[in-house]
């Protein structure tokens, strides 16, 4: 456990922010969370009301933080002067013994296609490579979303397999396909 004050440290890329949520964001973050058109291959569900982001960017992030890990991260364009978040990216423990984390991230429609999401993942990766020490880092995406399978490619990500009909998500049986890459194949990226 880390202090109960602890936040990931802010990272930076050539066009983004990367910092710890705070509350203040929940206003701001609400706008994008609430686009049912984000939520089309999650596990989580849009969000209805304020208070459900509220509960991500203060109780969900709190319980994180105190874990230690760099999840959730609110991504920020270095361009906005008022620094709003546009998304979020993050890496948890999927499994501390066998020390597999999992990365997950999403991006707010307006910013989408502009390789933004790349960019912050390949830092947020870099960084829990190296302070929270993983031998793995995994990805898993619900069949269909080409998008984020790109994005996994594009981070050298590579995918191990499918697993079939092994989700069921809104009364549909899903596949997902599962991505790793693995400790020393990062550094070599
Ligand atoms: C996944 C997501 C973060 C990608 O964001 P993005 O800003 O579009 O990502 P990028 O610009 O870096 O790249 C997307 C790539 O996918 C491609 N792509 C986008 N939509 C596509 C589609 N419908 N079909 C095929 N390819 C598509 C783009 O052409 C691009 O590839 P390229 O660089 O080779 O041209 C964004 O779509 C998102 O937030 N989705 C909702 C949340 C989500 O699904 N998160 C992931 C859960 S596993």
Known sequence: M????????TLETNRLVIRAFGEADAEPLFAHASNPNIT????WEYHKTIADTLNFVRDYAHCRYIEGVPEPYAVVLKADPAQKPIGAVGCFWASQ???TMELGYWLAEPFWGRGLIVEACQEVV???FTMCGP??????????????VRVLE????????????S??????FEDVMCFSVLR????RC
């Not at 990500?157 to 009909?165: D, I, K, N």
């Open 126 to 128: 870099r960084y829990s």
């Open 167 to 172: 989700l069921y998500r809104r009364g549909i």
């Open 40 to 43: 089309r291959y999650t596990l």
């Open 97 to 99: 013994p066998n020390r």
């Open 184 to 187: 020393g194949e990062y550094e």
């Open 154 to 165: 594009k981070l050298g990500f590579r995918l191990e397999g499918t697993l079939r009909s």
């Open 135 to 148: 031998e793995r880092m995994q990805a898993r995406v619900i069949a269909g979303n080409t998008a984020s």
């Open 2 to 9: 880390m202090p109960t004050d602890w936040r990931p440290p």
